[in-house]
């Protein structure tokens, strides 16, 4: 079982917005501003898309945005398209000093 | 370019020794620590530890600590990840990443090494 949690699925119609959450907890997520967003296309590695809950590495499409309230970070896909299908995993730095991922969250683009 | 590049698939039967291993080229080796990274068929991914090749500090997840040890030879730009006893459950593809000292992001990923565990 997962540390954070995030929904198993979302899905969304090109052009259209969609968010995904991961909850954590006061110890993790809500406790340090070190929460990381990863792309995985199927059989691919996964690519880094966010990091420090709002910071988008050179490269990646300004379409992907980061935040958080409290315990919950979230991803934005603004404009979604038949590109972005895949899974989508966010991470956090815990107070046991290590990194704990989402279960993950599978994209369809309908 | 920075490229993190891992060693091929493996097969091996329970109770056998594995190393498997992840070649960094395109940046100084010991600026960057080495993360390891399990997803076992169908899941998500999980940190496993990781390494500071500078000085071969590890520090690992509790949940994989004394089942694995990770490693690093800076003259080689390597990293290995190893087994002394792998179990059918350590059947995984497992990702090598490239993640600067004090942050909590990996930056650059391996391809992934494929493990299959089977009698």
């Known amino acids: 079982q997962s540390a954070l949690t995030q929904p198993a699925s979302v899905s969304g119609s090109p052009g259209q917005s969609i968010t995904i959450s991961c909850t954590g907890t006061s110890s993790d997520v809500g406790g340090f501003p070190f929460v990381s967003w990863y792309q995985q296309h199927p059989g691919k590695a996964p690519k880094l898309l966010i990091y420090?809950?709002?910071h988008r590495p050179s490269g990646v499409s300004n379409r992907f945005s980061g935040s958080k309230s409290g315990n919950t970070a979230s991803l934005t896909i603004s404009g979604v398209q038949a590109e972005d299908e895949a899974d989508y995993y966010c991470s956090s730095y815990t107070s046991n000093n290590f990194v704990s991922f989402g279960g993950g969250t599978k994209l369809t683009v309908l | 370019e920075v490229k993190l590049v891992q060693s091929g698939t493996e097969v091996k039967k329970p109770g056998e020794s594995l190393r498997i291993s992840c070649r960094a080229s395109?940046?100084?080796?010991?600026?960057?620590?080495i993360t390891w990274v399990r997803q076992m068929p169908g899941k998500g991914l999980e940190w496993m530890g990781r390494?500071?090749?500078?000085?071969?500090?590890?520090y690992y997840n509790p949940s994989f600590h004394g089942h694995v040890t990770i490693s690093a030879d800076k003259s080689i730009s390597t990293s290995y990840l190893q087994w002394s006893s792998l179990k059918a459950s350590d059947t995984a593809m497992y990702f090598c990443?490239?993640?600067?000292?004090?942050?909590?992001?990996?930056?650059?990923w391996g391809q992934g090494t494929l493990v299959t565990v089977s009698s």
């Open positions: 395109g940046y100084h080796f010991t600026n960057y620590w």
């Open positions: 390494i500071d090749p500078s000085d071969s500090y590890t």
């Open positions: 990443a490239r993640r600067y000292g004090g942050t909590y992001y990996a930056d650059h």
């Open positions: 420090d809950v709002t």
